[in-house]
C-alpha cells in the first residue's frame, strides 16, 4: 500500500471511533488502540493497526510518535474568534469586585469591544482572527466554531460573518460560523429590545443566501435578552432554517438550559447555574451540554457548572474555551481540559470525549470531526505525553508535539536555539 502519510510507534491511539453523542456513563469508555501505527492519502486515513504491521506500508513520509500519545484533531465548539481590541483594565474592575453583568450595564464589557469592532477594517479583524487561528492550531485543534456578535448593527455583523468566510478560505482548520447578533441590547436599543431583535432576525434570510452562518445563538441573561424574547427569536431563526444555540444559565438562573431543550437546540452553552429541572431535561433530550468552565475561572465565580451530574443524569457534554476578550481570554483548550479536571470533576475518559467527538457533534459535524477512523479525513494530533490522563493532569502549557490537517502537517514543536 502506498501512503502519503504513515505515523508508526504510537503509544495509545485514541481513535474515538463510536457512535455519538456520547453521553453519560458511555463517555467513560474510550476505544484506544496500544501500539498503533497509521497511515494516509490525500488528507484521508486510509489504514490504522499495529505498530509491527507497517512493513507492507510504502511511504517517504513517516512520522516516528516515539512510543506517544495520539489523538484526533481537538474540536472547539464556542468560540467569540473576530473582534478588535482587548479588555486588561477590566481586570482591575474584576478584581474590586465589579460583577460582569453590571460592566456591562456601565457601556463596558461586551459593548466596549462592539466600539472598537465597529471601527476596524475587515482586513484588521481577518488579520487578527488568522492570528487567534494560528494559535489554536499550535494548541492541537483542528476545527472551531466563531460567532460574529460584536457588531449588533447589520453592517458589523455581516463584516464579522464575511471576516469568518474567508478565515474559512485562507486558513486550513475548518470553521464553522454562528451569527450572533443578539449578544447585547446596544446603546441605540437600550429602551427596546424587542425592535434590536427584529433588526437582527430582519437579517436572517440575507445571512441564510449567502450562507454566512450555520447557527444562529443569543445570550439569554438577566439585562440582556429574556426567556421569551429568547425562545421568539430562535423559533424565528428555525422557521428560516438555522440550528440554534444558547448562551443559557451562566450568570443567573433564568431557566435557559430548559429553553435550550424546548427550542431543540443542538446545544446549550454554559449551564453554569442550570437548575435541577433543566439537568435532568438536558439529560433526556440530544440537546449537548457546551461546557465552559474557563470562563468561570476567569470571572472569579465559585459556582462551576453541574457537569458531573449532567454525565451521571445521562447527558452528553462537550467543553470549550469560549475564547473571547472579556470572560475568557485563552486559545488553550488544554489548560480547559485541566480546568474540567480539577473543577467539573471530570474524568480524564470525559474530558476525551468533551473535546473530541462530543465537541463535533455539538457543532453539527460528528459525521466528520472528532475521531481517527479509515475513510475519514486525517486531523491528528501526536502529543509530547505518554498517555492520555497526562495532558489534563500537566497544565497550563502546549503538549502538541504535531498537528496535521487533512494529512499535512500544520505544526510542529520546535526546539530552542
Ligand atoms: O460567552 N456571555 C456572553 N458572551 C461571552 C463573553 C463575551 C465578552 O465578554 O466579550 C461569553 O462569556
Ligand atoms: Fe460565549
Redesign the pocket.
Known amino acids: 500500500m502506498k501512503a502519503d502519510l504513515l505515523i508508526t510507534n504510537i503509544g495509545q491511539l485514541l481513535t474515538m471511533e463510536k457512535d455519538g453523542p456520547v453521553k453519560g456513563k458511555a463517555m467513560k469508555d474510550l476505544p484506544l488502540i496500544e501500539n498503533a501505527a497509521l497511515a494516509g492519502k490525500d488528507g484521508i486515513v486510509e489504514w490504522i493497526g499495529q505498530k509491527e504491521e507497517t512493513s507492507k506500508i510504502q511511504t517517504e513520509h513517516e512520522i516516528d510518535a516515539k512510543g506517544n500519545l495520539v489523538t484526533p484533531g481537538l474540536v472547539e465548539p464556542h468560540t467569540?474568534l473576530v473582534f478588535w481590541g482587548s479588555r486588561e483594565q477590566e481586570m482591575v474592575l474584576k478584581q474590586q469586585g465589579v460583577p460582569y453583568l453590571e460592566i456591562l450595564k456601565q457601556g463596558g464589557?461586551?459593548l466596549s469591544?462592539v466600539q472598537e469592532t465597529r471601527k476596524a477594517s475587515f482586513e484588521e479583524l481577518l488579520d487578527k482572527a488568522l492570528f487567534h487561528l494560528d494559535r489554536m492550531a499550535m494548541h492541537g485543534i483542528t476545527t472551531i466554531e466563531a460567532k460574529s456578535g460584536y457588531g449588533l448593527e447589520r453592517e458589523t455583523e455581516l463584516k464579522q460573518l464575511c471576516v469568518i468566510k474567508e478565515a474559512k478560505e485562507k486558513h486550513p482548520l475548518d470553521i464553522v460560523s454562528t451569527f450572533l447578533g443578539a449578544?447585547a441590547i446596544p446603546p441605540e436599543y437600550k429602551d427596546n429590545p424587542d425592535d434590536f431583535l427584529a433588526e437582527m432576525s430582519d437579517m436572517f434570510s440575507e445571512i441564510k443566501e449567502r450562507r454566512l452562518a450555520d447557527f444562529v445563538d443569543i445570550?439569554t441573561?438577566t439585562g440582556v435578552f429574556t426567556i421569551d424574547q429568547s425562545r421568539r427569536y430562535l423559533q424565528k431563526a428555525k422557521e428560516y432554517g438555522f440550528d440554534v444555540k444558547i448562551?443559557a444559565d451562566?450568570i443567573d438562573p433564568l431557566g435557559g438550559t430548559e429553553l435550550a431543550v424546548e427550542v431543540g437546540a443542538v446545544s446549550g452553552d454554559?449551564l453554569a447555574v442550570a437548575s435541577e429541572t433543566g439537568i435532568r431535561k438536558l439529560a433526556n433530550s440530544n440537546t449537548i451540554g457546551v461546557i465552559?468552565p474557563g470562563?468561570t475561572f476567569y470571572l472569579g465565580k465559585d459556582r462551576y457548572a453541574p457537569a458531573r451530574k449532567m454525565i451521571d443524569e445521562g447527558a452528553a457534554i462537550a467543553i470549550s474555551t469560549?475564547f473571547?476578550?472579556?470572560?475568557?481570554v485563552t486559545e488553550n483548550l488544554q489548560l480547559i481540559m485541566s480546568i474540567a479536571a480539577l473543577k467539573l470533576k471530570l474524568s480524564p475518559e470525559e474530558i476525551w470525549h468533551a473535546v473530541t467527538i462530543n465537541a463535533a457533534h455539538a457543532i453539527g459535524r460528528g459525521h466528520l470531526d472528532g475521531m481517527i477512523a479509515v475513510n475519514r479525513k486525517a486531523d491528528i494530533v501526536i502529543w509530547d505525553a505518554p498517555n492520555y490522563q497526562y495532558i489534563p493532569y500537566h497544565y497550563g502549557v502546549n503538549h502538541a508535539n504535531t498537528v496535521i490537517k487533512n494529512g499535512k502537517v500544520i505544526y510542529r514543536r520546535q526546539g530552542v536555539g
Not at 324 to 328: D, I, L, T, V, Y
Open positions: 467569540h464589557g461586551i469591544t449578544h445570550f441573561e448562551h451562566e454554559h465552559l470562563t469560549d473571547n476578550p472579556g470572560s475568557s
